[in-house]
């Protein structure tokens, strides 16, 4: 298992240092000057010789003048240092940019997939034991069509009824503007501006997990050992829940994982469409400003997460079941 986890390691490594050097060239091709965006601001206030100054001094602050690969080099350099760069918007450092609407995209997409598991894993298990049922049947029809609508058009639909008909809910943003109260009074204000999208990104994602976890636990149901374990007389929730479910949750485990990354690369339209301070807005906002340095940090923070995911499905076999080894 070490020599395996270290081996997988060596090759995240390898794939995140490739991955890098892509999306810094792919980035230094795209048509734009980050220089002319820092100091567009200055336009208007100084003569057209000092704006040219001020513009070849901001494109040789930011190395704009050396080739692509020693830019690379450099921004390597500092990135192994812990040091991803200067944002040329919010003139603060990189990591100080995205320290906010890191925990923000954590947090909503942490609530969506706990609050997800906890309906969709008891669902899935109900149907398939009601497998047939009207209630099954039932089921099936709103997880098919839950499964194909984009979960932006869910937000739309939300956004319409219960904001915009009924008053319920706040459209966008993640707090009211200046407002001041008790400690409880702040938690209900942002749990009144948070709730629109996080029944949008949990809803969103019910229809392909539901289905996953019942076809899985319909398989396990009819294995020889789950007969066997009847034919025993054993109660049946304990051959539903400690038998079936066992020998259902290979096959689930890896859709989990890949399900809490697709929740996380999907809440980048969810945090747009309602303003949330997270870092799927400060991506878009990023890319229409030129910001790279704060999108380069926001890209590689999602394929850590990709890698790291990738690796905890596998080893999450040894664990789930033990006759799979990992160690080769």
């Known amino acids: 298992m070490l020599k395996y986890t270290l081996k997988r390691f060596i090759y995240m490594v390898f794939v995140f240092a490739i991955m890098s050097v892509i999306l810094f060239g792919l980035y230094s091709m795209i048509p734009g000057d980050p220089a002319r ?22 494109r040789e602050r930011l190395g704009l003048n050396d080739p692509t690969h020693i830019r690379y080099i ?22 100080e940019v995205i320290k906010t609407p890191l925990r923000v995209t954590i947090f909503i997409n942490i609530f969506s997939v706990i609050a997800g598991l906890l309906i969709t894993i008891p669902l899935g298990i109900y149907c398939a034991v009601k ?3 009207r209630f099954d049947r039932t089921v ?6 839950g499964y194909s609508i984009p979960s932006f058009i869910f937000a739309l639909l939300f956004i319409y009824f219960f904001a915009v008909k009924l008053g319920w809910f706040p459209v966008s943003g993640m707090k009211t503007p200046n407002f001041t109260g008790t400690t409880w009074e702040m938690i209900k204000d ?6 629109l999208p996080l029944m949008v990104m949990t809803i969103g994602s019910l229809g392909g997990m539901t289905r996953y976890v019942r076809a899985a636990m319909i398989d396990a149901l009819s294995m020889d050992c789950i007969r066997t374990a009847r034919a025993k007389g054993l109660k049946e929730r304990v051959v539903v829940l400690s038998h079936a479910w066992r020998n259902a949750l290979l ?3 890896t859709l989990l994982i890949n399900w809490f990354m697709s929740i996380f690369y999907g809440s980048l339209i969810i945090e747009r469409m309602f303003n949330l301070n997270g870092l799927g807005k400060l991506l878009i906002d990023s890319l229409f400003n030129q910001d ?12 850590v997460i990709a890698l790291s995911g990738n690796l905890l499905a596998d080893l999450s076999y040894g664990i789930v079941d033990p006759r ?4 080769k």
């Open 292 to 303: 790279y340095n704060v999108v380069m940090a926001i890209q590689l923070f999602y394929i």
């Open 251 to 253: 096959p689930i485990v």
């Open 140 to 145: 099936q029809v709103l997880t098919i069509v």
């Open 190 to 195: 942002y749990a009144k501006h948070l709730a």
């Open 37 to 58: 965006a820092e100091v567009e601001g200055l336009r208007n206030v100084l003569k057209p010789d000092e704006y040219q100054r001020a513009y070849e001094l901001a």
């Open 324 to 327: 799979v080894r990992v160690n």
């Open 131 to 133: 497998k047939g049922t």
């Open 74 to 95: 450099k921004w390597a350099k500092g990135f192994l240092r812990g040091d991803f760069g200067t944002s040329i918007i919010h003139k603060q450092p990189v990591d």
